[in-house]
């Protein structure tokens, strides 16, 4: 398993820019999904107006013959908030699909794969794995394969401060212990941006309430020099006197 760092990441996006499979690259790092959730992913699927994503199918070769199967578990099976510069981008992604099918003379369709080809067939994975792989060595990230984009944006997301629940949800896994357990490497930096965080809530506070205290302690100072005392304070806002009053006769 192999994490990107952001700079990798930037670096293995800018080199794939110029590629067909720069859609599926970019989608991948921002969501997590599986090579074959992306592969199956059809338009349907996918509110760019709501910038959501529903997981509910996945692309399998098996023996040469590419079939679509249901989610491998309920937890797979889900739905995805999309960040707002992704969705933007599939936004214009598909407007420039809909051109090309217009010009093959068909008509763009929802049941159509997001990823697919242009002439609407599938994308074979084995030839996705084979290009992403000439991509990550042309960015001189020998030996990442696509499902190492999966685990780069789970680390991300955790390094980022992004509660494990909300992580484990959007990667399909079975439970928020699974995500843990898969991605502990990333636990101490959990905690040392856990202490990071901490010292950024506490510390102006604290540095404040200290300023406040030094004014107050020159405050004190500048009284006793004017020979002020608490019990100065007292004597210069004097109790009204008491009157004596003798007993009336009955």
């Not at 070769?61 to 889900?78: A, L, T, Y």
């Not at 079975?174 to 357990?181: G, I, K, M, P, R």
């Not at 898969?182 to 901490?198: F, M």
């Not at 405050?219 to 009053?245: F, H, I, M, Y």
Request: aromatic share 6%; charged share 25%; glycine share 8%.
């Amino acid at each position: 398993m192999k994490n990107l760092t952001p700079q990798e990441a930037g670096r293995l996006l800018c080199v794939a820019e110029d590629t067909p499979y720069y859609p599926i690259i970019y989608t991948a790092i921002k969501t997590g999904l599986r090579q074959a959730e992306l592969l199956g992913l059809p338009w349907r699927d996918l509110d760019l107006d709501l910038a959501s994503l529903s997981v509910t199918q996945a692309l399998y070769k098996r023996k040469g013959v590419c079939q679509f199967k249901e989610p491998k578990s309920e937890h797979s099976r889900r739905q995805l908030d999309l960040a707002p510069s992704l969705a933007l981008f599939l936004r214009r992604y598909k407007a420039g699909r809909e051109m090309e099918r217009l010009l093959l003379g068909k008509p763009l369709r929802e049941d159509d794969l997001v990823f697919g080809n242009v002439d609407g067939a599938p994308m074979d994975p084995g030839t996705l794995t084979h290009n992403f792989a000439r991509i990550a060595r042309r960015a001189d990230l020998a030996g990442t394969g696509f499902h190492d984009l999966r685990h780069t944006f789970a680390s991300l997301m955790l390094l980022a401060g992004i509660h494990p629940k909300i992580v484990s949800e959007m990667l399909g896994h079975s439970s928020v212990a699974f995500t843990l357990d898969t991605y502990s490497h990333v636990v101490p930096g959990l905690q040392e941006a856990a202490a990071k965080r901490l010292d950024e809530m506490l510390e102006p506070e604290l540095t404040e309430a200290r300023n406040v205290g030094k004014m107050s302690a020159k405050e004190g100072d500048a009284d006793k020099k004017q020979g002020k005392t608490w019990q100065g304070w007292q004597d210069s806002n004097p109790r009204p006197a008491v009157l004596e009053t003798a007993a009336l006769p009955n």
